[in-house]
Each structure stands twice: as C-alpha cells, then as structure tokens.
C-alpha cells in the first residue's frame, strides 16, 4: 500500500531542494499516491515534475483545509512556519505525521528526533506509541551521531568534547552566495599582483586583508567577513548560559535525546565555528571511552557504526585526500580519521581511554535532508505491516 497523500513545503529552497534531488534518485515518490506540492507564495502555479509525473498544481502552505487532507506533511519551509501552521492544524484535530526539517519542534515530548540509522528503535517505539511528530535534528549533531553511532550503540563514551568547523550552507542559500562573493571580492582586490610572481607575498597579505576588512565586502548576510577568516560563533546566544551558543546548546541536548538517554545524559561538550567551507561540516573530537580499548578495536566498532561511516587511516595522505570538505561535498559518506590514543592525558585517570577523532559530513544530505526522506520510507513500512 502506498502513502495517501503526502504534501511538501519549503521545496525550493535549499535543503527541500536536496531532499527532492535524493527523492528522485530514490525513486521515493513511487511509494507515494499523491505527492502535492504547497507554497506560500506562488499558489496556482505548476508543482515540479518527478520524472514522468506531474503534480497538480501549487496549494496554499496556508490553507489549513488542503494541509488537513495530507496523510503526512514534510516541510523544509522553517521554524517561522512551523510555529504559525502545526499547532492549529493539531488542534483542528489533524492526526497526520509532520516530518520537519526546523528546530522548533524538536524537543517537545511528543516529538521524535530523527536519524534511523542511530535510533531507528526509538522511532519504531515513538510510531508505536501514536506519536506523529517527526523532526530532524541539527546539522552538526545528526553528523556528530552518524561518526560516532558505533561508540554511543557500545555506550562506549564517558564524555566528549567536539569543536566545529561548519561550513556556510548551515546558515542557508543566501549565506553560502555571499560567502562566494567575499571570496571573489578579496580575490579581485589581489588578482593583478598575483599574476606577477615577484610581488611581495607581505603586500599581496596586506591588499587581501584591506578587501576583507573594506566596507565594500559583500556582508549584509552572514554580518562579518568569513573568507579567508572564520568565525567562532554559530546561532543565537542562550539565555543565562554564561557565554553558550544555540549550536552548542543542542550538541548536548539533541543528541542525548536522539539517543533517548534524557534521564542520564552523556557529558557533551561543544565549541562551534564557522569556516569557509560550503557544505560540509568537520569536526574535532577529544573523547573519553568508558574503557582503554585498543586503537584497531576502536576503529572497528566505528567502522560498523552504520552503512556509511567509514574511518581513514590516521596517516597524511589519507587524511589530506579524504578527510575534507572538498573530498566529501554532495556525497552521503561519513568520514571519520585522525584517530589516536591521547597518551598524555592518562594521568588524569588511571584507565586511560582517552581518544581524538575528526569527521567531515555533508551537512545537507545526513544533516538535513536524508533523515526526512528516509521518514517517509519508515511510514511506508509502518504503514504496510
Ligand atoms: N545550525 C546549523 C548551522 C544548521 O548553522 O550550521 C543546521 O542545523
């Protein structure tokens, strides 16, 4: 049996573009009776086509009637939406499931975070439970899971303390445009004294530096120059948290819940940054393993972690070819390297099992889309036993 009516929002910016992009590949819409498309602006106007198919026309993202007839709902449109339109259509007593890709849902009980191939069994439990909200997670939390899943499944981990480097795509479409633009912009400020060779590498310095810092630097988006900078600082700031950033707030909070472990949360510590990278987000991990296992063991049990985590040697060439933003973009491998015993920090415990890791994800596919279409998949199944 196929899923009834599912409609879609945010479509067409960019994470509900990946989404569609690995739908198709997928062939997702097969599973699907009618898939409609909804809009907040352009009502009336052609749906996208899905191969040989073709949608009716746009509905309104408004209209609560034509979302009330949707068996489930997946929106990619934000939390701006999700605030105005899922509590009303809940308490007109719409019983469908709500698949979103924004925040604001995440953390209410009755919400299930999503990411199966870490807790595919809390979702099953939520499902049979009747619980019908389903939200992903973070970006840099889901892709911290994805590396790890093998160490959080074994319970292998005390604590952990991760630093960021988050790629531009994080902060969305217009974000990553005007990062591309402060790159040509410091680009062209250098471009003539590049092509002369015997320029002085400190005037070419001082020239690029000038076009970063220079009023003229396209930054009404991201507020300050990113390129060839970065910028230790990611969301809004939490209240009364002495100095705690949103993004860090939800590395310990999300992933706990992820992992349904709210009642004896493991330790998680995180420091996030923006770099310039597009859409891939690393991170680095120093972790604290519950027991002083041996670096081959550890890396096997990250290896089985789930189907597409795989780890890198810890040499050079290894981790410079394929442990980058630049090797992993627009691909759904989890890479995880870098990893060594932390010798010198024995002496703070006797049993040792201290470790560094680091990964790079593709923060629109495992941190955005995939767990939403994957969703689907699940319901499907759900929906055939
Ligand atoms: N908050 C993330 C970031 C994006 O800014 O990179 C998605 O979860």
Redesign the pocket.
């Known amino acids: 049996m196929k899923l009834r009516r599912v409609g879609f929002i945010g479509w067409r910016g960019m994470v509900g573009a990946v989404l569609l992009q690995r739908m198709l590949a997928e062939d997702d819409f097969s599973i699907i009776e009618q898939p409609l498309f909804f809009t907040t602006s352009q009502v009336g106007q052609p749906a996208p086509r899905l191969g040989c198919r073709q949608p009716p026309a746009l509905l309104d993202a408004n209209d609560l009637n034509a979302l009330g007839e949707m068996e489930a709902i997946v929106t990619c449109q934000g939390g701006d939406y999700t605030a105005a339109v899922h509590a009303r259509l809940r308490s007109r007593g719409w019983n469908g499931y709500w698949i979103d ?1 924004a ?1 604001k849902l995440r953390l209410a009980s009755d919400a299930v975070i999503i990411l199966d191939p870490v807790n595919r069994s809390l979702i099953e439990q939520g499902l049979a439970d009747g619980k019908k909200d389903f939200i ?7 892709l911290m899971m994805m590396a790890l899943a093998g160490l959080f499944n074994a319970d292998l981990i005390d604590w952990l303390s991760v630093t ?1 480097y ?7 479409a217009r974000q990553m445009r005007e990062l591309l633009a402060q790159m040509g912009h410091v680009h062209q400020a250098v471009s003539e004294m590049l092509a002369e060779p015997t320029y002085s590498i400190l005037d070419l310095d001082k020239s690029a530096t000038a076009a970063l810092r220079s009023a003229q630097l396209p930054n009404a988006e991201i507020g300050f120059p990113l390129a060839g900078s970065l910028l230790p600082w ?2 809004r700031e939490v209240a009364h948290a002495h100095g705690l950033s ?2 860090e707030w ?1 590395g310990a909070v999300e992933a706990n819940k992820i992992l349904g472990r709210e009642a004896a949360p493991i330790p998680i510590e995180s420091l ?1 940054v ?1 770099i310039d990278a597009l859409r891939c ?1 690393s991170q680095a991990f120093t972790i604290k393993l519950k027991q002083d296992l041996p670096t081959d063991e550890i890396c096997a049990i990250l290896a089985q972690g789930n189907d597409w985590v795989s780890v890198v040697a810890n040499d050079r060439q290894q981790s410079l070819s394929r442990l980058t933003p630049a090797a992993v973009s627009g691909s759904l491998n989890i890479v995880v390297g870098r990893l060594r015993k932390l010798n010198s920090l024995t002496k703070f415990s006797a049993e040792g099992g201290y470790i560094s890791a680091f990964t790079v994800g593709d ?1 629109l596919l495992w ?2 889309a995939e767990p939403l279409r994957r969703m689907l998949r699940i319901l499907h199944q759900h929906d055939c036993n």
């Open positions: 890709a925040s992903g997670g973070n970006c840099t939390v889901s960021t988050q790629a531009i795509s994080g902060g969305g990611v969301d949103r993004e939800k996030c923006r987000h923060q941190g955005a």
